[in-house]
C-alpha cells in the first residue's frame, strides 16, 4: 500500500528547478508554510528525473518493479485497501451558492472549507517531501491548453502525473513570467490515508483544487476528473466551448476518407474499446484510430464546426476484463512503461487480472499483498484494479493527436447499457432534440458496482459526477453552443447490450460496432438510408453493412431496431422524473423535447 515514508534523499539539481512566475512561487511558498515538508522537490519532467524517482519509490515499496524481461519499464502500485475508487460522497464542488452547484453535486461552502483543510494541511508534510508538478493539459500550443500545477507528498502520484500529462518544464516555460497568466492549484496530501478525513473540494471560481486523506489515482491525479472534467467544465462555461467525458476516435475507409467522431458512454458500457476498436475481417482497408479514450475538449473554430482535442496524454484505465480478445490494442500499449495499481503479481514476477488471456495463476500474490490461489473466495485483482500507460503506447494512436487545433468532429454518440427499450442506434431529428437524448440518457447498472442490477439510473451526457456546476446550466450551455454552430455534427444513441427474452444479448459488440459507426458516418455524409420513427431515424436492415456476420439473424436484428411503445410509455416517465428532479434551471427547450416526444410517441 502508500506508505507514509520519510522524505526521499536529498534531491539532485534537477529537482530544484523552479518556476519563473512569482505567483507560482508565492503560492508554493504558501502551501509549504503550511504543510512544513522536510525538502522541496521541482519536477522538470526529465528522463533522468523519471529514473531517479523510480528508483526512490522502490526503497519504501511504494513501486515494486515487475518482471523487466515481460514488461520492460512497468511497476505494480498497492493502494491501501479501503482507498480503491473515487469518493463522490466526498467530493464537493465549493461554489459561492450552493444553487451554482446544482442539485447533482455535493456542495459546501468555500470559506468554511478552506479553513476545514487548511487545518488539515496543518504541518501535513512533515518529514515527507513536497512535490511541485508543473503540467499542461492538452496539446501545448492548442487555444485550450491549460496549465496547472499539483503539489503532492505521494512519489505515486509524481509518476502518475508524468504519464497522464505532459508534465515539467514545457508547461513552466508555456506559462511565462506573467503573474496574471492563469494555472489551476491543486494540492494534494495523503495526510493518514483515514477515509474519515478524505476530501476531494473544487474551488471553480479560483481555479482550485484540493485533495487530501486519499492515494488512489481518480481521487489524486488532479489534472484528470477534476481539472479535466470539474474544473474544466465550469471554465467552458465561461469561455464558450466544452468539456466533455468523451472519447475521440477517427475512422477512415479503405478510399482515404476519414471523419472523427466523439462517444459518451458511462462506465460499463465499452468507452475504451470502442475508442481503439478493430475492424472485423469484412472491414479490410477501415481504419480505426485512437485521439482520446476519455475526455473530450471541443470549441467552434471559423468553418463553424466543432473541433476537439484529448486534454490528457495517458490512459488510466481499468484492467480486469482487458484481454487479447476483447482489447488488443490496450493490451499492447500496457506491456511496457506502464504503472499498475491493485493488479495480481505472479510468481515470475507478472502482472495478473481477472479476464486476462490465459489460465489462471496456480499461485499468486493478491492485490492486498496476501498469498492467493483460484480457490480463493476472493479476487486477485481488485475489480478496480487500474493501469496507467502514455497514450503513445498505443499502436493505433490517431496522427492528429497534437495537432493544436484539434480534429473535426462529424459526429457524437450518447449510449448505455440497456437491456431493452434503447434501439441498436438512432439519429436525433436536430441539435437540440440531441441535447435531450443526451440530457435523459441512462445505463443499466451491475452488480460488481451498486450492489442492484438492472437499475436504470439517469447519467446525463455521462457526466452526472463530473459537471462542475449546475446541470441545468450545463444543458443550457450545450444549447447555446448549437446556435453558434452552422456546421454542426449529427447526434446518435447507440445500445451495444439490448438482450433477447432469454437474457442473451443480440449484438455482438466489439469490433462488429463499425458496422453501426460505417452506417453513422453514411449519415453525416447524407448517403444511408433509414426509418423515421417518434424516437428519431433508425436504420433499416438493409441501411446497414451486414455481410459476414452470421451471429445475428433477421428476427435478432428485428428486436435491435424495434421501438416497442409498452416500454417506451416507461421509458417517458423515467426521464420526466428525472428532469423534474433537477429542478428550475432545466431550460424550457428541453421540457417542450419531453412533451413533443411524448405527443409523437402517442400517435
Not at 481477472?354 to 479476487?379: H, L, Q, S, V
Request: hydrophobic share 40%; with cysteine; glycine share 8%.
Amino acid at each position: 500500500m502508500e506508505n507514509i515514508a520519510p522524505a526521499i534523499s536529498p534531491p539532485p539539481a534537477f529537482g530544484r528547478n523552479k518556476a519563473p512566475n512569482q505567483a507560482v512561487l508565492d503560492w508554493v511558498h504558501e502551501v509549504g508554510s503550511l504543510t512544513k515538508p522536510e525538502n522541496i522537490f521541482w519536477c522538470d519532467g526529465s528522463e533522468a528525473e523519471k529514473n531517479y524517482l523510480l528508483g526512490e519509490a522502490r526503497r519504501p515499496g511504494v513501486l515494486i518493479a515487475l518482471n523487466q524481461k515481460t514488461y520492460p519499464g512497468c511497476y505494480l502500485h498497492r493502494s491501501n485497501p479501503n482507498d480503491v475508487a473515487r469518493v463522490e460522497q466526498f467530493t464537493l464542488i465549493c461554489t459561492p451558492t450552493k444553487e451554482e452547484a446544482g442539485p447533482t453535486n455535493h456542495w459546501a461552502e468555500p470559506g468554511e472549507t478552506y479553513r476545514k483543510l487548511h487545518d488539515m494541511l496543518k504541518g501535513a508534510m512533515r518529514g515527507r517531501t513536497m512535490f511541485v508538478i508543473p503540467y499542461i493539459m492538452g496539446p501545448p500550443d492548442s487555444p485550450l491548453a491549460k496549465i496547472g500545477y499539483e503539489i503532492t507528498d505521494s512519489i505515486y502520484v509524481v509518476l502518475s502525473m508524468r504519464i497522464m500529462t505532459r508534465m515539467g518544464a514545457i508547461a513552466s516555460e508555456r506559462l511565462g513570467e506573467n503573474r496574471d497568466a492563469e494555472f489551476n492549484r491543486g494540492v494534494h496530501s495523503l495526510l493518514d490515508v483515514d477515509p474519515q478525513r478524505r476530501w476531494i473540494c473544487h474551488f471553480p471560481q479560483d481555479n482550485t483544487i484540493i485533495s487530501v486523506g486519499s492515494g488512489y489515482g481518480g481521487n489524486v491525479l488532479l489534472s484528470k476528473k477534476c481539472l479535466a472534467l470539474r474544473i474544466a467544465s465550469y471554465l467552458a462555461r465561461k469561455q464558450g466551448w466544452l468539456a466533455e467525458h468523451m472519447l475521440i476516435l477517427g475512422v477512415e475507409s479503405p478510399e482515404g476518407k476519414k471523419h472523427y467522431v466523439a462517444a459518451a458512454f458511462p462506465s460499463a458500457c465499452g468507452k475504451t474499446n470502442f475508442a481503439m476498436l478493430i475492424p472485423p475481417p469484412h472491414f479490410a482497408g477501415w481504419k480505426v484510430t485512437t485521439v482520446g479514450d476519455d475526455i473530450a475538449w471541443m470549441e467552434i473554430r471559423q468553418d463553424g464546426r466543432l473541433y476537439a482535442v484529448n486534454p490528457e496524454n495517458g490512459y488510466f484505465g481499468v484492467v480486469p476484463g482487458t484481454s487479447y480478445k476483447s482489447n488488443a490494442n490496450a493490451m499492447r500499449s500496457i506491456e511496457h512503461d506502464t504503472l499498475f495499481t491493485n493488479v495480481a503479481l505472479t510468481p515470475n514476477g507478472d502482472p495478473w487480472w481477472e479476464g486476462k488471456d490465459g489460465d489462471p495463476p496456480n499461485e499468486a500474490i493478491d492485490w492486498r499483498g496476501e498469498p492467493w490461489t483460484p480457490a480463493a473466495k476472493e479476487k486477485a485483482a481488485h475489480p478496480n484494479s487500474r493501469f496507467a500507460t502514455p497514450m503513445h503506447n498505443n499502436p493505433v494512436l490517431d496522427p492528429e493527436v497534437e495537432n493544436p487545433a484539434g480534429v473535426p468532429i462529424s459526429a457524437i454518440i450518447f449510449g448505455g447499457r440497456r437491456s431493452n427499450t434503447m434501439p441498436l442506434v438512432f439519429q436525433a431529428k436536430d441539435w437540440q432534440h440531441g441535447v435531450y437524448v443526451g440530457a435523459t440518457m441512462a445505463s443499466e447498472t451491475t452488480a460488481a458496482a451498486t450492489g442492484a442490477v438492472g437499475q436504470v439510473r439517469r447519467d446525463p451526457m455521462a457526466m452526472l459526477p463530473f459537471c462542475g456546476y449546475n446541470i441545468g446550466d450545463y444543458f443550457q450551455h450545450w444549447l447555446e453552443t448549437g446556435k453558434r454552430l452552422t456546421n454542426p455534427p449529427l447526434i446518435f444513441h447507440v445500445n451495444w447490450f439490448r438482450k433477447d427474452g432469454d437474457g442473451r444479448f443480440l449484438w455482438p459488440g466489439f469490433g462488429d460496432n463499425l458496422r453501426v459507426l460505417k452506417w453513422i458516418i453514411e449519415r453525416s455524409e447524407g448517403k444511408a438510408g433509414a426509418a423515421e420513427t417518434p424516437i428519431g431515424a433508425i436504420p433499416r436492415p438493409e441501411d446497414l453493412d451486414l455481410a459476414g456476420l452470421e451471429a445475428v439473424s433477421p428476427e435478432m436484428l428485428r428486436q435491435l431496431l424495434a421501438v416497442n411503445p409498452e416500454e417506451w410509455v416507461k421509458e417517458l416517465e423515467g426521464q420526466k422524473l428525472f428532469l423534474e428532479s433537477l429542478g428550475p434551471k432545466v431550460p424550457g427547450e428541453l421540457r417542450a423535447e419531453y412533451d413533443e416526444l411524448a405527443r409523437r410517441l402517442s400517435r
